[in-house]
């Protein structure tokens, strides 16, 4: 009798987390027959998800149609300054990190809770002033404008630190026994044995920055070096009728992140755990 109320409860549960998986999932559906639809038969009643005649106009034209800001130019600037963002925020936070959890220096515990302090301070709120520096330094319009304050993540320092903290301490006895210098156990050291974190933190870094909408936008003025997300912003503007046109752009830009995500999904997860773990 027991038995069966827990198979019970088990097939009730597997059936409720199924049909919320699928309502979730049903918009993006959506996205993929709309995509493939030419324009007449997008709004037909009832909805169909699978169109009579399949049709790949929308992603034909998505690469063609004149738009202020080139589809195919933006595409591979989000790609430059996703890399470059992720390549920037990871060395600089992981070299911090190193610092802050191994080298015993003055006031290091202040400086690290000065830096968990910033991690409340809303990203909006230091926009402007972000602006205002690199403007004073000729730097917007430019992709080293886009990248540059992103050299600072308290999030992922805190996150690395914690996670450097936990490695045993005879790896770096050992190594300093055999003469490496800092910069040789943190490139023989500390990366090898945080690499779960890092690439965590590098599937998410490189997500966001290429979702990121608003610091681009405050920042690029000239087309030619707009990311994707104003790209979209620009198609939405000037072809917002045209659903499937949309539409073809929105699963253009999601496929690398999804590539990302697989590549990284091994990494992803086991970092997560590792890092819920220690905390």
Known sequence: MVRSARA????????VISLI?????????????????????????????IPEKISLKAYRDLFTISTIIPFHRAT?????V?????????????????????????????????FVATMMVPQAVTMIPNYLVLRTLRLPNTFIGLVLPMIYNAWALFLLRQNIMAIPEPYFEAAIVDG????????????????????????????????????????????????L??????????????????MAGDLVSMLPVVLVYILGQKYFESGISVGGLKS
Not at 99 to 109: E, G, I, S, T, V
Not at 207 to 216: F, I, R, V
Not at 229 to 246: D, F, I, K, P, Y
């Open 8 to 15: 019970f409860k088990t097939a009730l549960f597997y059936v």
């Open 21 to 49: 998986a699928l309502v979730m999932i049903l918009p993006f559906l959506w996205m993929i027959s709309t995509s493939l639809k030419e324009a007449e038969a997008v709004m037909v009643l009832p909805i169909r998800w």
């Open 76 to 80: 591979l600037n989000s790609l430059i």
């Open 82 to 114: 996703s890399l470059l963002t992720t390549f920037v925020t990871l060395t600089s936070s992981s070299m911090a990190a190193f610092a802050l959890a191994k080298f015993d220096f003055r006031r290091r515990d202040q400086i690290l809770m000065l």
């Open 180 to 227: 490496a210098g800092p910069f040789t156990i943190y490139r023989h050291v500390v990366l090898p044995l945080a690499k779960p974190i890092i690439a965590s933190l590098a599937v998410i870094t490189f997500m966001g920055t290429w979702n990121d909408y608003l610091w681009p936008l405050i920042m690029i003025s000239d087309p030619n070096k707009a990311t």
């Open 229 to 246: 997300t104003l790209a979209l912003g620009n198609l939405n503007s000037r072809w917002g009728q045209h659903w499937e046109l949309l």
